[in-house]
């Protein structure tokens, strides 16, 4: 199976500042099937991104991916009060489908 | 729009059988396009997607709990179900069922609350 190496495991911002997550992957991730997902305490996670770089319906264009192969980015350009929560890296291109451990992002 | 809902026992005696349905609402689980799936996540830990369903019937399990796992689809109630069996308190966990969309690409929208299920005597 594909293994999601997600880092930092915890990241310390202030509002308004840029969050860069990262995830590796240690096989390639076919066609880019790669997604993102933001969780809230207490809540099931919701889909920010796929395919890698496709924002979901309704997400704000401060979220954006890149990335491709074994290495891919989410970046957050303006940290807004509600985006302090956990997000998760997702790879679809080979079952079984596998989730990284998560990057914390908390308040500074 | 399409809802998911999740129940079931929310404790389990060890070596028995977990069992949890996820009832489908705002929409037919016999669309085609959805993979109807199921996920957990031990406490305070990160996400494990344990398999899914196709309305067909067809399955797929995750390797790491393929010899305990059945998931099982009702058209006429709409719904799906999981049941591990011979759990310990290793499976306790919040158990979501959520709807994976597929196309060229795939995702997992919506999900259930999620249920916590505790494994313990």
């Known amino acids: 199976e594909i293994v999601l190496s997600q880092s930092p495991g915890t990241l310390s911002l202030s509002p308004g500042e840029r969050a860069t997550l990262s995830c590796r992957a240690s096989?390639?991730?076919?066609?880019?099937?790669l997604a993102w997902y933001q969780q809230k305490p207490g809540q099931a996670p919701r889909i920010l991104i796929f395919?890698?770089?496709s924002r979901a319906t309704g997400i704000p264009d401060r979220f954006s991916g890149s990335g491709s192969g074994t290495d891919f980015t989410l970046t957050i350009s303006r940290l807004e009060p509600e985006d302090f929560a956990v997000y998760y890296c997702?790879?679809?291109?080979?079952?079984?489908?596998?989730f990284g451990q998560g990057t914390k992002v908390e308040i500074k | 729009q399409v809802q998911l809902q999740e129940s079931g026992p929310g404790l389990v005696k060890p070596s028995q059988t977990l069992s949890l349905t996820c009832t489908v609402s705002?929409?037919?689980?016999?669309?085609?396009?959805?993979?109807w799936t199921w996920i957990r996540q031990h406490p305070g830990k990160g996400l494990e997607w344990i398999g899914y369903?196709?309305?067909?019937?067809?399955?797929y399990y995750n390797p790491s709990l393929r010899s305990r796992v059945i998931i099982s689809v009702d058209t006429s109630k709409n719904h799906f179900s999981l049941k591990l069996s011979s759990v310990t308190v290793a499976d306790t966990a919040v158990y979501y069922c959520?709807?994976?969309?597929?196309?060229?690409?795939?995702?997992?929208?919506?999900w259930g609350q999620g249920t916590l299920v505790t494994v313990s005597s």
């Open positions: 959520a709807r994976a969309v597929r196309g060229v690409h795939l995702w997992f929208d919506p």
């Open positions: 705002g929409g037919s689980i016999s669309s085609g396009g959805y993979y």
């Open positions: 369903i196709f309305y067909s019937g067809t399955t």
């Open positions: 096989q390639s991730v076919s066609s880019s099937y």
């Open positions: 395919g890698a770089s």
């Open positions: 997702q790879q679809y291109g080979n079952l079984p489908w596998t």
